[in-house]
């Protein structure tokens, strides 16, 4: 919950908003509501407390602005308001100030921005557990084997060809795993993306919901999936924390083992003790340690003689040891040997068929076939043409257009030709293993395997929806039209369902040439296949889709759905090019804007939104609040994906235009949407953002507590990236406040993290540890730090991070009295500030040069340094521009200037009474009281 701090300050900036008065004046008024009245400033001074001073207090001011009748002020806002100030009875009050009417719908509220988002719950356990295995045999000494290669090693490998046993083995494992959660996934029909979806509703499970809510977030609001990359690293993390263990059974690894992002991914889980990782593959992942390197073979004789048994099949000794010789002991081969022989009176004949045939899998495939009946042979192709996918009897009776396949499916079972589990709904599911689904595939003509593929898209479009599964089948079927419709509307839900990199192979298989489809749609399909393959790093198929879809735009005629769908191209080519040319995305949006009907605000909040943030990676802060502010008017009120990334990017520009109070507004609004939203990454970041603004607030212990929330979060997600920026953040406040232990204590947390992993965050870190080093008069350490920060900054070009270095770095040079060389450090610093237009670096560094310049009498450049840096500083930052007026005024006492030295330094302690916490305060104090007394 955030604090009675953040939700006064929201109120009054949307009590501002809803009343066209400046807030100064909403506060005023405020104060004369109470009895006695009270001054604006006492509104103002609740704003940065946890609570108001009485209770009675907070509930006058709960009347006051719930009087003003503002849209947002309601119910559900009325007790979150009071539960922020610790409220003993907040339901009293809300039934007083909120009567409830007779009539009143039960929803009239439900929708409001207010409320979070009703999520879905994460599946059960039972969905993440091994298949159900039917028949198994024998094994025993595998089992013992793998099994203590777990326990020994914490992970192990279970390779060897198609069909030998590898699934079962491993199912069988899995389901006597030491009373511990097992979570399954199979890559035979799932990717990286699916396994992060899957593990985070696993982990779940076990109190860890921040992941699933995240996924489930981005599907229920219509945002984007995360990066799956992003989030198996944090999963990763978050698993590494389950002290009681956990068993992961990796299917198939060889169809994802060239992933990058895999690759990446499993070797961080064997970091962790508590985790046991079992996979099965073909071949040995290179990316995995080769210690514990083992391959499964056949079934021996005797286990062989007992699986023939369990299938009502007796040979003679001299006939099971022939077959196993055959057949390698194939577990697959032997379950369809098995069926052969079963209906076969002459077993030796079968046997020795079997042993003149050089394609053993395709032999034995066609005699199952040939002895299935009628119903059973179409019912295993139609569980063919699932392709890889398990699918129920419903599902198996509308591609086949027969009412009852129970029968079928029993016999089929029985015979171990199918495989059956069940979902978490308790519902039959089939599947076949993937030899057998190879061959069954084949079996019809191509005409009825489109026929079937086409009855299954159907049936999964419209009997029980699943727009991934029915693209699928419609893109089999032939049917590129109805795939080109459905991408459309369901692309990003297929995304968030992690299926994006498989969706994407699908559509760029599509033939539009054969589509029936109309020209708006064939431009909204390329518009889709376009944005999906943008969020998935394809850029350059992105970049060819987009522009066909222009290109076939330009040609049409002007009407008020071509520029709709010119605009929403416009925006797609801005949203790709953001990072690679910001200038040229912003081009493509003012084309966007150009273009499109006047009355949709939906899409100009969208291209508005794109515009403010483009201006802002170009600094233009100006341009970007105008663009920012006007999409902010045009955000639909069901959109809070885009309300908050407006928020978010508002607080920024603000901070760049030296508004710290509207950034503080726009910023903690944004927070408080990230958390009905449940996204806990974006809340991470906000966070990073709020610190810094409170802190240049004066507000420095909330600053911390704003950054250490932020920081638990972080960790708790296993977000490496946001991690590290909060601990350089933190340790940047300690540093000012003079607690150099804290400081040390984040900053080399910071720095050992970054090493190897983020350089471009080191600098900063760098940067901050060099200011520490100078504050504790550490000349030498603070000039090796600052060597390698020059050395990043320089190679990534950084020259907004090399005036800061210079800057520091003509510090530690007048630290030990070098101060020619020191001069030419601040001269090469403030080059770099005046060339960049950076006015806030600029005054940092002008006090700077004052200092130098004192140091070498050089009283007229002394002067006007500490005068351009107040200059600069006083409408940004009033704190940095206290600093420099104390710094001055203490350099105006040495030279005997004392009257001036006493007037400057009296002024910036009056600014430096609100910055309390920062040691600046007390020598300014401590320097009058000395004055005084003098």
């Known amino acids: 919950m955030l604090k009675f701090g953040d939700y006064l300050s929201n109120a009054l900036h949307d009590i501002k908003r809803f009343s066209g008065k400046k807030i100064s004046v909403v506060m005023d008024e405020l104060g004369y509501g109470f009895e006695p009245e009270l001054s604006g400033d006492t509104i103002e001074s609740w704003r940065y407390r946890k609570a108001p001073p009485t209770l009675a207090h907070l509930e006058t001011l709960a009347r006051l602005i719930i009087g003003y009748k503002t849209p947002q002020h309601d119910d559900a806002w009325l007790d979150l308001f009071l539960k922020s100030a610790d409220h003993p009875y907040p339901q009293a009050l809300q039934d007083e100030l909120f009567p409830q009417e007779p009539d009143l719908a039960e929803n009239d509220t439900a929708s409001h921005p207010v409320q979070p988002i009703p999520l879905a719950k994460p599946p059960s356990l039972k969905a993440y557990s091994p298949p159900i295995q039917s028949g198994f045999v024998g094994r025993s000494a595998e089992i013992k084997r793998y099994s203590q290669l777990l326990e020994n090693q914490t992970f192990a490998v279970i390779t060897g060809m198609a069909g030998v046993g590898k699934t079962s083995l491993m199912s069988t494992i899995g389901s006597h795993w030491q009373n511990q959660p097992v979570f399954w996934h199979s890559f035979a029909s799932g990717t990286a993306d699916s396994l992060a979806s899957r593990l985070a509703g696993f982990v779940a499970n076990f109190g860890r919901p921040e992941l699933w809510e995240m996924f489930e977030s981005a599907r229920v609001s219509g945002g ?11 999963l990763a993390v978050v698993m590494s924390e389950f002290k009681e263990g956990m068993l992961l059974c990796l299917d198939d690894l060889q169809f994802v083992d060239e992933d990058p992002r895999i690759k990446d991914f499993l ?17 040995f992942p290179s990316f995995l340690p080769t210690d514990n390197k083992t391959q ?13 048994h369990g299938r009502s099949v007796e040979l003679a000794p001299d006939l099971i040891e022939r077959l196993n010789q055959l057949t390698g002991g194939n577990g697959a081969f032997l379950t369809l040997a098995s069926v052969i022989l079963k209906n076969s009176r002459n077993h030796e004949e079968i046997i020795g068929r079997l042993a003149r045939e050089e394609d053993i899998e395709r032999f034995l495939m066609e005699e199952v076939n040939d002895r299935l009946e009628s119903n059973e042979q179409r019912v295993m192709e139609a569980v063919g043409i699932l392709s890889g996918y398990v699918g129920t009897r419903e599902v198996i009776e509308a591609m086949l257009n027969m009412r009852d396949v129970r029968r079928a499916l029993r016999d089929l079972s029985d015979q171990h030709l199918l495989l059956i589990d069940e979902n978490d709904d308790g519902e039959r599911i089939y599947k076949q293993h993937q030899i057998v689904q190879t061959f069954f595939y084949e079996q019809p003509r191509k005409a009825k395997r489109r026929e079937m593929h086409g009855r299954a898209a159907d049936f999964y479009e419209f009997e029980e929806p699943e727009p991934f599964r029915a693209m699928l089948h419609h893109a089999k079927a032939g049917q590129h ?19 994006g990199h498989t969706l994407s192979g699908i559509l760029a298989d599509v033939d539009m040439m054969s589509a029936t489809l109309s020209k708006f749609d064939i431009v909204r399909f390329l518009l889709a296949r376009g944005r999906l393959s943008t969020i998935l790093g394809e850029n350059q198929p992105a970049e060819v889709d987009l522009k066909e879809a222009a290109e076939m735009l330009q040609q049409m005629p002007q009407s008020a759905e071509s520029n709709t769908l010119k605009g929403e191209v416009c925006l797609a080519m801005g949203e790709l090019l953001e990072r690679q040319d910001p200038s040229e995305a912003l081009r493509w949006v003012q084309r966007g804007l150009e273009v499109i009907p006047a009355d949709d605000r939906r899409l100009s909040a969208e291209l508005k939104t794109l515009s403010g943030t483009l201006n802002m990676h170009m600094g233009n802060f100006g341009g970007a609040l105008e663009d920012l502010m006007d999409g902010l008017e045009h955000v639909p009120e069901d959109n809070r994906i885009l309300h908050l990334n407006v928020l978010k990017n508002l607080g920024a520009v ?15 609004e944004a927070l408080q949407l990230s958390r009905q939203l449940k996204d806990h990454n974006q809340t991470a970041r906000i966070l990073i953002n709020l610190g810094p603004i ?3 607030q004066g507000d420095w212990r909330a600053a911390v507590a704003d950054l250490e929330q932020g920081l638990e979060k972080a960790e708790r997600l296993g977000n490496p990236d946001a991690t590290l920026s909060l601990l350089i953040n933190l340790g940047g406040c300690f540093v000012e406040m003079g607690d150099f232990e804290k400081a040390h204590k984040y900053l080399d947390r910071g720095i050992e993290m970054g090493q190897g992993q983020a350089p471009h965050q080191l600098i900063p870190a760098y940067i901050r540890l060099a200011e520490l080093f100078i504050k504790e008069r550490n000349w030498m350490e603070a000039d090796e730090v600052l060597q390698k920060a020059e050395t990043l900054a320089q190679a990534m070009n950084d020259q907004a991070a090399l005036a800061s270095i210079y800057g520091i770095w003509g510090l530690q040079a007048a630290g030990i009295n070098r101060l020619d060389k020191a001069m030419q450090r601040i001269a090469k610093a403030i080059g770099f500030d005046r060339m960049l237009g950076d006015t806030w670096s600029l005054g940092l560094n002008l006090r700077i040069q004052g200092h130098i310049a004192a140091l070498r009498d050089d009283v007229e450049l002394m002067h006007r340094s500490y005068l351009q840096s107040i200059e600069n500083l006083s409408e940004i930052d009033s704190f940095q521009a206290a600093v420099s007026g104390l710094e001055y005024g203490i350099h105006l006492h040495a030279i005997g200037d004392s009257q001036q030295a006493k007037t400057r330094i009296r002024e910036s302690h009056e600014t430096l009474v609100n910055f309390a916490d920062a040691p600046e305060f007390s020598q300014a104090s401590k320097w009058l009281e000395t004055e005084s007394q003098a």
């Open 224 to 234: 984007r999936s995360h990066d799956t990359g992003m989030m198996l690293d944090m």
């Open 296 to 308: 499964l073979n056949g079934l021996t004789v005797s286990e062989t003689a007992e699986l023939l």
């Open 694 to 696: 409170r802190h240049m």
């Open 481 to 499: 039209s109805a795939v080109m419709s459905l991408a459309n509307q369901h692309y990003y839900d297929v995304l968030n369902m992690g299926h």
């Open 654 to 668: 603000y901070v760049n235009l030296g508004n710290l109070e509207e950034a503080a507004a726009h910023t903690a």
């Open 267 to 283: 070797p961080k889980l064997l970091q962790s003790p508590s985790l046991y990782m079992l996979v099965t593959a073909r071949r």
